[in-house]
């Protein structure tokens, strides 16, 4: 059958019989996938597109209640980071009569078929993207026919997504500098992925502060780490171990930075006399830890809110640009940084 000349009634028959099984086959390859075999989905996801069964939104006119429900895709939902975010997004989309169903990257492989599954059938109206990149892999032709997106956190100029953000860089530089203006000269950096924008905009300020004030970059002091709180300490010992060690550190994430504390402490170090720690993010543990943590604040309830408000307006067929809309971060000093000793 030509997809070209199908009709809109077409029914899940249809794409029974172009398939070859049963409309039972039919209904777990579309809405349980993991229940079939890679074959038979195959021949599912084929027949799906050759009848137009997905394109005209039958599977939308079956769903539980007709509920009209939105999909955010999280990077790793174990990271708290996310959490006032989500918070964000739910209770916007709540005000607007819209359920939110939680999609975790760090799980792909596992769920990259019931993503795209959710979406060729037309259950999710929009989707909030929390990261940089989708959870599955699609081409550019497949991308315009998924439904509307936004990123929250993230900024990806090459995915043309409408965006909510911090200016990382900037927000990386004031940390930075925070730490030479109390008089440290030797500032290590714990890194979040290469692959991510963010952590190569926070490196960038992390570089620039230390060129504004004439420090060279010692790339022993730059550590990659993953944004865990095992990665923090097992960076922390990494840079103890250097012939010159550290006397102040800033970290990408408030995890690592724990983990570096935590590290810290084991070695025999005092947190801030022997060592200051700057994170990133504000998660609600950082205010509760002994000593608590300077770091970066983002406002991440209204990174949620702002994202669900732009993927409003596009469902609501207003004009939405592609672009950034930039929220402000602001230093949270607390008890983790202290001036530095003269030795």
């Excluded at 195959?42 to 209640?65: D, F, L, M």
């Excluded at 800033?250 to 200051?276: E, N, V, W, Y």
């Amino acid at each position: 059958m030509d997809p070209k000349q199908t009709s809109s009634a077409a029914t899940m028959k249809d794409v029974a019989e172009h398939a070859g099984v049963s409309t039972a086959t039919v209904s777990r390859a579309l809405m349980n996938p993991e229940k079939v075999s890679a074959a038979t989905r195959q021949k599912v996801e084929q027949a799906v597109y050759a009848t137009g069964y997905t394109s005209h939104g039958i599977a939308r006119n079956t769903r539980r209640n007709d509920a009209q429900t939105i999909l955010v895709i999280v990077p790793d939902i174990c990271d708290p980071f996310f959490s006032e975010i989500i918070r964000g997004v739910e209770v916007t989309a709540a005000q607007q009569g819209y359920l939110v169903l939680i999609g975790d990257c760090a799980h792909q492989n596992q769920h990259e078929k019931t993503f795209l599954h959710l979406m060729r059938t037309q259950q999710i109206d929009g989707m909030v993207l929390l990261g940089s990149q989708l959870p599955f892999d699609t081409d550019a032709e497949a991308l315009r026919n998924l439904p509307p997106m936004v990123m929250g956190n993230e900024f990806a100029p090459e995915m043309s997504l409408p965006t909510v953000h911090i200016d990382n860089l900037t927000a990386a530089f004031e940390a930075v500098n925070h730490l030479l203006q109390l008089g440290h000269r030797r500032i290590a950096c714990i890194t979040g992925p290469d692959a991510m924008p963010l952590s190569q905009y926070r490196l960038q300020g992390y570089i620039q502060a230390l060129h504004r004030s004439n420090i060279a970059i010692d790339p022993a002091y730059i550590v990659p780490g993953d944004f865990t709180f095992e990665a923090g300490a097992r960076a922390l010992k990494q840079l103890m171990s250097l012939p010159q060690p550290p006397e102040a550190i800033f970290c990408h994430s408030d995890l690592m930075a724990l983990g570096a504390m935590t590290q810290a402490r084991k070695l025999g170090m005092r947190i801030p006399q022997d060592l200051s720690v700057v994170g990133f993010d504000d998660i609600e543990l950082a205010r509760y830890y002994e000593p608590p943590l300077t770091t970066v604040a983002q406002p991440r309830f209204a990174i949620g809110r702002e994202a669900m408000l732009l993927l409003l307006d596009e469902l609501q067929g207003k004009r939405v640009n592609n672009g950034s809309r930039l929220l402000d971060a602001e230093l949270q000093v607390r008890g983790s940084t202290a001036p530095a000793i003269k030795r």
